[in-house]
């Protein structure tokens, strides 16, 4: 594990996510990553809502558990889980270049929706926060969505593009938190942090 050595952990982080691990070090909250793993498949009839919801409670409370079997230092544990939806359809990570191409090509020209959700789990104390992020794409030509598989960065990414990155360059309006969009709202993480530090304060 690697916390942000200039500063006492706080957290543990149950991602293994570089994006949102920048975003901590940005705001200089000290944490530890541990690994978990979770089913992050669509429940039927479930809404993005829930989902995202979901899957960010699933990972914080299996992260709980983990620093519960290995003795770990107790501290919070932040679960996280960001999907992109447009016209109600969850767009996830792309399995392939023809499915990257496809996700692109419905958010060229288009408004969406990044929902972030995130769940801190602490003893008996859990705490839940939800953001809702539209986002206003160009319309982008068939050549720039090649061009942009090819530079890699849509592996990996949920709708197949980085905000931080190449992808910022599609963008035209955003309305909300941008670190949502990254992986991790900020705002609701510090808030979620100080309120689980107040209920329950620790070493």
């Given at each position: 594990m690697s916390p942000d050595t200039a500063n006492k952990a706080r957290l543990y982080l149950a991602?293994?996510?570089?994006?949102?691990?920048?975003l901590l070090e940005q705001v200089a909250l000290g944490f530890e990553k541990i690994s978990v793993d979770t089913d992050e498949s669509v429940l039927?009839?479930?809404?993005?809502q829930d989902y995202v919801q979901r899957v960010a409670i699933a990972k914080a409370q299996a992260g709980l558990?983990?620093?519960?079997?290995?003795?770990?230092?107790?501290?919070?544990?932040?679960?996280?889980?960001?999907?992109?939806?447009i016209d109600g359809q969850i767009l996830g990570k792309p399995r392939d270049r023809d499915?990257?191409?496809?996700?692109?090509?419905?958010?060229?020209?288009?408004?969406?929706?990044?929902?972030?959700?995130?769940?801190?789990c602490y003893q008996q104390c859990q705490e839940t926060a939800?953001?809702?992020?539209?986002?206003?794409?160009?319309?982008?030509e068939p050549d720039e969505l090649e061009q942009y598989w090819l530079s890699?960065?849509?592996?990996?990414k949920a709708g197949a593009y980085a905000i931080q990155g190449r992808g910022?360059?599609?963008?035209e309006n955003i309305e909300g938190s941008y670190s949502a969009v990254v992986g991790l709202p900020l705002l609701e993480t510090g808030q979620l942090l100080q309120k689980i530090e107040q209920l329950e304060p620790y070493e």
């Open positions: 991602s293994q996510s570089p994006r949102r691990a920048e039927a009839g479930e809404s993005p558990a983990l620093v519960e079997q290995q003795g770990l230092s107790p501290l919070p544990v932040l679960g996280a889980d960001t999907s992109v939806i499915h990257a191409l496809a996700m692109l090509g419905q958010l060229s020209g288009s408004t969406h929706q990044v929902m972030s959700a995130i769940c801190l939800l953001s809702i992020t539209r986002v206003s794409f160009r319309h982008i890699g960065e849509p592996l990996g910022a360059l599609f963008v």
